[in-house]
């Protein structure tokens, strides 16, 4: 028997590869299918399920092509829904690969079509469940992503509440638990930078499996603090449902190389100029109204979060040898309309005659040396800023970065710190595309800020003054 994790830490995502006896499956893969197709012909397997938890939201996954390229079955859970060839599965249903039995466990509640894989063993033994987003380490999905449902998210959290109860907990407190995600996803609030444990461990440490806790109490504390889904969630989640276009023509199209004319006429036809090298080389040098999200952080998240149209053009600059790397991340959460890069970079977009921009940038020590005349952004989550941040800093969160910049004055400078350094300049380029020019970047963020003798305080909620 072979259990394997493949983790993408970019998405803190989960895939999962089982084989037995010659016979393959794969539990929630990634959009490219090469990596699983290799791990099955190198060890003279075939994969004959791909098993989805669930329509993803925070990524496209690669069941279509997978199932496509190997004839595999792909099987949803009850009351799934999709518009391609799959297996609808009966709560209960056991499906044979080898000698092992993967036993469908209906688990609504992060969606209503979510379900928990278990897996029994040649003997018989139960020793594991892949879990999705129903039960992650620390935490559970949240409720409030189900596409087109007329549940509300406290109709889906008591979905959940039940599910964990009548078919999770249930089970032996050695089963390993496989989680869709670990610590980083916006699927769930405070889940463990770990990705493998077990059942006992989760009773004895997870808020949401506490034995004393009544429905009502679940309710209101999974549906409490939950921010808004990242905009590109629902697409992805339809996508999944529906349908996309083959992985392969998304490469093909995306990595052609583009002449400094091609690439100009490209940006002239409205696509977005999309920068991928790191913040420190962006900095140096880059082409007006380039959005900067660096290969080198959470490039797929951010693009997710800031790119609203999933069908919007897209033209990159990229380090040397890495296209094909930023095609296949933006498809992994379905921007599929990269339409090429530009060859040789902004050296080959310089020595065409063209001018570059550059971003200014600042120590924390200098700034510290004028804190008390200038005006800080901190574009840090909500719960960041609420830990610690600067005295009288405005906080425009770069999740919401569209609607928070109208906090901000135009004709102002501002100092824009993250936490260290990367968001910062990502919300940078942001602001300057919408006309903010008097922008400067403070080198090392709220990291860098800590060590100096700037003031900084703690978030206090009103409700706890007295």
Same mark, same amino acid.
């Given at each position: 028997m072979i259990v394997e994790q493949i983790y993408t830490k970019c998405l803190a995502e989960a895939a999962y590869y089982i084989e037995s006896n010659g016979e393959a499956a794969v539990i929630d893969p990634l959009r490219e299918s090469a990596p699983y197709i290799e791990m099955a012909e190198k060890n003279g397997a075939k994969i004959k399920y791909v098993f989805e938890t669930h329509f993803h939201a925070d990524f496209v996954s690669g069941h279509i092509d997978l199932a496509n390229k190997t004839g595999a079955s792909i099987v949803f859970g009850p009351t799934a829904n999709t518009h391609f060839e799959s297996i609808i599965a009966e709560d209960n249903q056991e499906f044979k690969v080898g000698a092992?039995?993967?036993?469908?466990?209906?688990?609504?509640?992060?969606?209503?079509?979510?379900?928990?894989?278990?897996?029994?063993?040649?003997?018989?033994?139960?020793?594991?469940?892949?879990?999705?987003?129903? /039960?992650?380490?620390?935490?559970?999905?949240?409720?409030?992503?189900?596409?087109?449902?007329? /549940?509300?998210?406290?109709?889906?959290a008591g979905m959940l509440f039940d599910s964990l109860r009548n078919k999770i907990m249930t089970l032996p407190d050695d089963i390993t638990i496989y989680p869709g995600h670990g610590a980083g996803s916006s699927c769930g609030k405070n889940m463990s930078s770990e990705t493998v444990g077990s059942l006992g461990e989760q009773k004895k440490t997870n808020y949401a499996l506490r034995a004393d806790m009544t429905k009502e109490e679940f309710i209101k504390e999974v549906t409490t603090g939950i921010l808004p889904p990242p905009q590109y969630f629902s697409k992805n989640a339809q996508m999944n449902k529906t349908g996309y276009l083959s992985f392969d023509e998304v490469i093909d199209k995306g990595t052609k190389a583009l002449s400094v004319e091609d690439f100009k006429n490209e940006v002239a036809n409205g696509a977005l100029i999309l920068d991928v090298r790191t913040q420190a080389d962006f900095s140096k040098g880059f082409i007006k109204d380039s959005l900067f999200i660096g290969l080198n952080g959470t490039f797929a998240m951010w693009v997710g979060a800031l790119v609203h149209d999933i069908k919007q053009e897209i033209v990159l600059i990229t380090p040397d040898g890495a296209e094909e790397e930023a095609v296949v991340r933006l498809a992994r959460v379905g921007y599929d309309h990269c339409v090429g890069y530009l060859k040789g970079g902004v050296q080959a977009y310089q020595n065409a005659g063209e001018t570059l921009e550059t971003l200014q940038s600042i120590t924390a020590e200098e700034l510290a040396t004028k804190i008390d005349s200038v005006n800080v952004v901190d574009v840090r989550k909500q719960g960041e800023y609420e830990a610690e941040h600067i005295e009288n800093v405005t906080h425009c969160s770069l999740d919401y970065i569209a609607d928070e910049q109208n906090k901000l004055d135009k004709n102002k400078t501002y100092y824009v710190h993250c936490a260290g350094g990367y968001r910062s300049v990502i919300a940078i380029s942001e602001l300057k595309r919408n006309g903010f020019t008097n922008l400067i970047d403070v080198l090392g963020g709220f990291g860098a800020i800590q060590k100096t003798t700037i003031p900084v305080t703690n978030f206090v909620c009103p409700s706890t003054l007295k």
């Open positions: 092992l039995t993967v036993k469908v466990l209906h688990t609504p509640g992060h969606t209503p079509e979510s379900v928990t894989y278990l897996l029994i063993d040649a003997e018989g033994k139960e020793t594991a469940i892949f879990s999705g987003d129903t /039960l992650f380490l620390g935490d559970v999905g949240r409720p409030d992503l189900a596409i087109k449902s007329d /549940l509300t998210q406290e109709d889906l």
